[in-house]
C-alpha cells in the first residue's frame, strides 16, 4: 500500500500538477480565443528554459527564479499572439489552430538553435527524498510540485471569483459578443488569458523539466495530456483544468500500477495512450467535461 | 560530373517531392475535400512503411515476417493497414468538431508511434527494418535505380491525382464538399454526414498508408527515429496550404514547390560557418514555421485556389 | 428640447449590403421610443448600428450633441448607452450578482453600491437568486438579469431588442411595468417590440420600419390611432 503512495500516486500527482498548470493556459485559451492552442506545449518548453538560462547565470534555486522563465514565455506568448493569432481572429479557429501548430514549430526550433537539442539538467546531483512517518517518501521536487500547484489553484479561485478581470475573463469565455455589447475591453482580456497562461505554462515546464531533464520536445510531448485534462475539466473552466490536470496525471501512474495481477495493469510504455483515451472516451459520451465547460 | 552529380540530386529531391505529393493528395481529401483535421499524418505513413517493408523483405527473425512477397503486394499491403487503422481510429473519431478532432489526432500518431517503438516483434523496435527491396532491385543498380525509382513514384502521383480527381467531380465528393461547408444543411438534406467522413477519413489514410511504403522501398531502411513525425506531418500541411487546399493539382504544386525549397534550403544553410551548420536543421525549421504564418495571413487560397466558391462556416 | 438621441440619413448592414436606408430617427429625452414592423424590416440592424455594432455605410448618429458616428461600442457604454440583445443576453455560468457587476465594468467612475441598490429595488426578484448561475433562470428572469446589468453602467438611454421575445403574457405586462419604471428614475429607453400594440400604448414615440426605411413617425397614440398602420402592421381595426 505505502509502495503505490510512493511510486504511483505521488509521481502521480506530480506530473499530475505539471499538466494542470499547462491545462489551465489551454483551457482558458479554448474559453476565450475559442481555438485549440497547439503551442502551449512548446511554450512551457521556452519559459522553462528561460529559467534555465537564468541558473547559470544567478546561483539560486531555479523556482525562485520562476519569474525570468515567466516573462520569456508571456514575451513570446504576446508576440505571437500579435503577430500569428490576431491577424486570423476574424476567420474559422481552425485557422488558427494550423497556425498554432506551425508555431509549435517555430518554438521548438528556437529552443533547439538558442539552446540544443541534447538533454539538460537544472541541478546536477541527486538528492534524497524527504521520509514522513518511517514510510512514506516524496522527494523535495514532488512537494513543491503538488503544493505550489494547490496554492496556485486557489489563487487562480479567488482570482476568477473574486476580482474585476478574472469576472471579465470569464464573462468574455462566456459569451463573447455580449461582453462587448457590455463594454468590456475583450483586447485586453486575451493579453491577460496570454499573460496568465503563459506564466502557469512557464511554471509547469520547469517542474517538468526538473523532474526529469531539460530538452526542446519536452513540451510538446505533454500536449496531449494537457488537451486531455483541459477537455476532462470542462473547456473554459480552469478549476476544471486543474482538477483534469491531477485526475490524468494519477490516472497515468496509477495505470500501470499491478491491479489485476503481478503485471501492470498497462504497460509504463503506453502510459501516453491513457490520456488519449481518456480523452476521446470523453468527448465522445460526456464533451461538457466533468465541470460543464462549453461545448464547440 | 558537377552536371551529372547535380541531375542526380534533382532526382533525389523529386522522388521525395513525389512522396509528398502523394501526402499531400492525401491530405487534400482529408482536409481540402471533407474539412477533417488530422495532425497525425506522420502516423500513416510510417503504418504504410512498415506494412510495405515487412510484406516485402526477407523472412526474418528479428521482425514480423518477412513475407517475401513482390513490391505490388506490399504497397497494397502499405494502403490496406493504413486504410483499416484509418478505419478504426475514424469509427472512433470522426465525429468530433475540428479543433477535438486536431487534438484526438496528435494522440493517435503518439500511439501509432508508442506501438512501432515497443513492439518489437513486430517492427523490430528502435532498431528499425532494414533491406528494403527497391523494384527491380536485381536489374539496375545505383543511379539508373533511382531514375526508375522515381519514373515509378510519379506514376504513383499521377493515379492518386487521377482517383483523387475524379472522387473531387464525384457526385461523392460534391456531397462531401456540401458537408464540409455547411454541415448542418447537408445533415438536413439526409446526408449520412459520419458515414461520409468516415470513408474520406479511411480513402486518405490508405493514401498516406502508400506514401509510406514508396518511402520504404527509396530509403530501403526505416526506424522510429528515421524521420521526425512532426515535421513531416508539419511539412505536408504547409504544402497543402501553399498549394491550394481544396484543389488536388494545388496539392501537387504545392508538395513540390515547398519541397524544392526545402531542399534548397539546405544547400544555403551548407554555406553557413561551420558553428552554425550543425544548427542548419533548425533554422529550415524555424522557416517553414514562418512560412505557414505568411501563407495563412496573406496567401490563405494558395498558388491553385479551390475553384468552386469556398463558403466556409464552421 | 434637442434630442438625447439623434439619427440623420443612416445607411448601414454587413459586409457592405445596405439592410437600413437613409433613416431619420430622433429620441427625445425621458422618452420611450418603439420602433416597430414586419420581420426582416432591418428593426434589430438599427439599433445595433446605433450601438456600432454593424457597418454604418453612411448617416451620422448624434448623443447630447456630440457626434458618435465614429465610436466603438466600447466607448459608448461610458457615454451613457447601454444596450440588451434580444437572445443570450446573460452571462450563463456568471451568478445573478456577478452579471451584475460586469455591468459596471465600462460605467463611469460613481457609487456603484447605490446603483446596485437601485437595480435591486427595480427587480426586486432577482434579490433572492443573487448566487445562483443566470443561465439557471426563467426567461423572465434573465430578461431582468439582462436588464439589470445594462442598467449598472448608469445609462442616459437603454436600447431593448425585442425585451419580451419568447416570454409569456404576464411576463409581457411585468416587463412593460418595468420600462415605465425605469423612465421614471430618468432612463431614455429606445427599444424594438413585436408586441406592437401594446407596446405603442406605452411609447411616448413610435416608428414604423418598413423594408429598411423609415415608413412612418408620430406619437404612440397618434400611430394605434392610424389607420394605415393598423392595417398593416397591428392586425386589424382600432379597438
Given amino acids: 500500500m505505502i509502495d503505490f503512495i510512493n511510486l504511483y500516486l505521488v509521481p502521480g500527482l506530480t506530473i499530475g500538477s505539471v499538466y494542470a498548470l499547462g491545462a489551465v493556459g489551454i483551457s482558458m485559451i479554448f474559453g476565450i480565443l475559442r481555438f485549440a492552442h497547439f503551442a502551449h506545449g512548446d511554450l512551457m518548453t521556452i519559459g522553462a528554459y528561460g529559467v534555465l538560462t537564468a541558473v547559470w547565470f544567478i546561483p539560486l534555486h531555479p523556482l525562485l527564479l520562476l519569474p525570468f522563465g515567466m516573462a520569456l514565455a508571456i514575451v513570446a506568448a504576446l508576440a505571437v499572439d500579435q503577430f500569428f493569432y490576431k491577424p486570423l481572429r476574424k476567420l474559422p479557429t481552425i485557422y488558427t489552430v494550423i497556425a498554432s501548430f506551425g508555431v509549435a514549430l517555430i518554438f521548438r526550433s528556437l529552443a533547439q538553435l538558442f539552446w540544443s537539442s541534447g538533454n539538460q539538467v537544472f541541478i546536477p546531483g541527486v538528492r534524497p527524498p524527504l521520509v514522513l512517518f518511517d514510510t512514506f517518501r516524496i522527494s523535495a521536487l514532488h512537494a513543491q510540485a503538488i503544493i505550489l500547484t494547490v496554492v496556485i489553484a486557489v489563487a487562480l479561485h479567488f482570482f476568477l471569483t473574486r476580482s474585476k478581470l478574472g469576472r471579465a475573463m470569464r464573462a468574455v469565455s462566456d459569451e463573447p459578443e455580449l461582453a462587448a455589447v457590455a463594454g468590456l475591453d475583450t483586447e485586453r482580456v486575451v493579453r491577460w488569458t496570454w499573460v496568465i497562461g503563459a506564466a502557469l505554462a512557464a511554471t509547469a515546464g520547469v517542474f517538468a523539466g526538473m523532474d526529469t531533464s531539460m530538452h526542446p520536445n519536452l513540451g510538446w510531448n505533454l500536449l496531449l495530456a494537457m488537451f486531455a485534462a483541459a477537455v476532462l475539466g470542462g473547456i473554459g473552466k480552469p478549476m476544471g483544468a486543474i482538477a483534469g490536470g491531477l485526475i490524468i496525471g494519477i490516472a497515468e501512474e496509477t495505470a500501470t500500477y499491478t491491479w489485476l495481477s503481478d503485471e501492470p495493469l498497462i504497460s509504463p510504455s503506453y502510459k501516453s495512450a491513457v490520456a488519449f483515451f481518456i480523452m476521446v472516451a470523453l468527448l465522445l459520451f460526456r464533451p461538457q467535461g466533468l465541470f460543464k465547460g462549453r461545448l464547440l | ?314 | 428640447m434637442s434630442a438625447l438621441l439623434s439619427v440623420q440619413g443612416l445607411t448601414a448592414g454587413y459586409g457592405g449590403v445596405p439592410i437600413i436606408e437613409d433613416i431619420d430617427l430622433d429620441v427625445a429625452e425621458h422618452e420611450i421610443a418603439v420602433i416597430i414592423g414586419p420581420n426582416g424590416a432591418g428593426k434589430s440592424t438599427l439599433l445595433k448600428t446605433v450601438f456600432a455594432l454593424t457597418s454604418r455605410i453612411s448617416g451620422s448618429v448624434k448623443f447630447i450633441d456630440r457626434d458618435i458616428t465614429a465610436l466603438k461600442t466600447a466607448q459608448l457604454v461610458p457615454l451613457g448607452i447601454s444596450a440588451v440583445p434580444q437572445s443570450r443576453n446573460v452571462f450563463p455560468t456568471l451568478s445573478v450578482d456577478e452579471n451584475l457587476d460586469v455591468g459596471t465594468y465600462a460605467a463611469p467612475p460613481g457609487d456603484k453600491q447605490a446603483v446596485r441598490e437601485t437595480v435591486l429595488e427595480l427587480f426586486p426578484d432577482l434579490k433572492d437568486k443573487l448566487d445562483q448561475p443566470a443561465g439557471e433562470l426563467s426567461g423572465g428572469q434573465r430578461q431582468m438579469v439582462a436588464m439589470g446589468r445594462a442598467l449598472m453602467s448608469e445609462p442616459k438611454l437603454l436600447l431593448l431588442d425585442e425585451p419580451t421575445a419568447g416570454l409569456s403574457p404576464a411576463y409581457l405586462e411585468i416587463i412593460f411595468d418595468l420600462l415605465l419604471d425605469i423612465r421614471k428614475r430618468g432612463v431614455t429607453i429606445l427599444m424594438v417590440e413585436q408586441n406592437a400594440k401594446q407596446a405603442l400604448r406605452i411609447a411616448d414615440t413610435g416608428h414604423v420600419l418598413v423594408s429598411g426605411k423609415n415608413f412612418v413617425s408620430g406619437t404612440g397614440e397618434a400611430l394605434l390611432a392610424d389607420d394605415a398602420v393598423r392595417r398593416s402592421f397591428l392586425g386589424g381595426a382600432a379597438t
Fill in chain 2, 1 to 314: 560530373m558537377e552536371l551529372t552529380g547535380l541531375f542526380f540530386y534533382l532526382v533525389s529531391v523529386l522522388i521525395a517531392g513525389g512522396i509528398y505529393a502523394v501526402l499531400c493528395l492525401a491530405l487534400n481529401v482529408q482536409w481540402g475535400m471533407g474539412g477533417l483535421f488530422n495532425a497525425g499524418i506522420a502516423g500513416f505513413f510510417a503504418v504504410g512503411a512498415y506494412a510495405s517493408a515487412i510484406v516485402t523483405t526477407a523472412v526474418s527473425e528479428r521482425h514480423l515476417g518477412g513475407f517475401d512477397l513482390p513490391i505490388p503486394f506490399g504497397l497494397a499491403a502499405a494502403m490496406l493497414v493504413a486504410g483499416v487503422t484509418g478505419w478504426a481510429v475514424a469509427k472512433i473519431c470522426v465525429r468530433l468538431k475540428s479543433d477535438y478532432l486536431a487534438m484526438a489526432s496528435v494522440g493517435i500518431a503518439e500511439i501509432l508511434r508508442l506501438v512501432i517503438v515497443n513492439e518489437s516483434w513486430l517492427t523490430n523496435g528502435s532498431l528499425g527494418i532494414s533491406g528494403v527491396p527497391r523494384p527491380f532491385g536485381d536489374m539496375v543498380r545505383g543511379r539508373e535505380a533511382d531514375l526508375l525509382y522515381l519514373a515509378m513514384v510519379w506514376l504513383c502521383v499521377l493515379c492518386v491525382y487521377i482517383l483523387c480527381q475524379r472522387l473531387y467531380v464525384s457526385p461523392w465528393g460534391r456531397t462531401l464538399r456540401a458537408i464540409r461547408d455547411n454541415e448542418d444543411s447537408a445533415r438536413a438534406a439526409g446526408k449520412d454526414v459520419d458515414w461520409f467522413r468516415l470513408q474520406t477519413f479511411v480513402i486518405g489514410c490508405a493514401i498516406m498508408g502508400l506514401a509510406g511504403g514508396l518511402s520504404a522501398h527509396y530509403f530501403k531502411f526505416l526506424s522510429p527515429s528515421a524521420t521526425e513525425p512532426l515535421l513531416v506531418t508539419f511539412l505536408v500541411w504547409v504544402m497543402l496550404m501553399a498549394g491550394g487546399s481544396g484543389n488536388n493539382r494545388g496539392a501537387i504544386i504545392g508538395a513540390l514547390a515547398i519541397w524544392l525549397l526545402w531542399s534548397a534550403t539546405e544547400i544555403f544553410t551548407n554555406r553557413l560557418p561551420p558553428e552554425w551548420i550543425t544548427r542548419s536543421s533548425y533554422i529550415r525549421m524555424l522557416f517553414v514555421g514562418l512560412l505557414l504564418q505568411f501563407v495563412l495571413q496573406r496567401f490563405r487560397s494558395g498558388l491553385i485556389p479551390e475553384k468552386s466558391p469556398e463558403i466556409r462556416s464552421d
